[in-house]
C-alpha cells in the first residue's frame, strides 16, 4: 500500500511538468541496442535521467537543429544525469558531430519510469520525428 502511494505522489509531482518546458543540455547517440525500458534503439529515441524525465515520457526537444523533435525516453544512460538528455540519431557521423548543445525540453506525457517494460504508449510517429531522421536511409548502392 504504501508503494501505491508513494507511486502516486512522484506521478503527481511529474505530471506537474507537463508543458512546461526545461533547459537541458543535449548529446546524441547512435549504438543500436536494447533501452532500459527493452525498447530497441530508432529514431525518435532518447536517454534522460529518471529522476528528471520518467522512462517511457514523450517529450518535445527545440533547439537541436534538424535534430529538433519529438522524442521517447526509453533509456538512461550511463553518464546521463540531472538535465542531460542523449538523442538517438541512426547516422554515427553525424551522432558524433552533433556535439553538445543547449535545448529546451518539454514534457508532452509521461511514462510510467518502469524499466524492462517496453513502452508502447508514447511512440513517436513518423510524421513527429525530427527533421534530420525522417529522411530514407541512404543505403551503399543507391544513388
Known amino acids: 500500500m504504501m508503494r501505491v502511494a508513494l507511486f502516486c505522489s512522484l506521478l503527481i509531482a511529474f505530471e506537474s511538468l507537463v508543458a512546461e518546458s526545461m533547459i537541458f543540455t543535449a548529446t546524441a547517440f547512435s549504438g543500436v541496442g536494447l533501452t532500459s525500458k527493452g525498447n530497441t534503439t530508432k529514431p525518435g529515441t532518447a536517454a534522460a535521467d529518471p529522476a528528471i524525465i520518467p522512462l517511457g515520457s514523450k517529450v518535445r526537444v527545440t533547439g537541436a537543429g534538424a535534430y529538433s523533435g519529438e522524442y521517447t525516453v526509453t533509456d538512461t544512460g550511463s553518464r546521463i544525469a540531472g538535465r542531460r538528455i542523449d538523442l538517438f540519431i541512426s547516422d554515427a557521423a553525424a551522432a558524433k558531430a552533433f556535439g553538445k548543445k543547449q535545448v529546451r525540453v518539454q514534457i508532452l506525457s509521461v511514462g510510467d519510469n ?11 510517429k513518423h510524421s513527429q520525428l525530427a527533421p534530420a531522421e525522417k529522411a530514407p536511409p541512404v543505403t551503399s548502392g543507391s544513388r
Not at 114 to 124: D, G, Y
Open 114 to 124: 518502469i524499466k524492462n517494460l517496453p513502452e508502447t504508449s508514447a511512440k513517436v
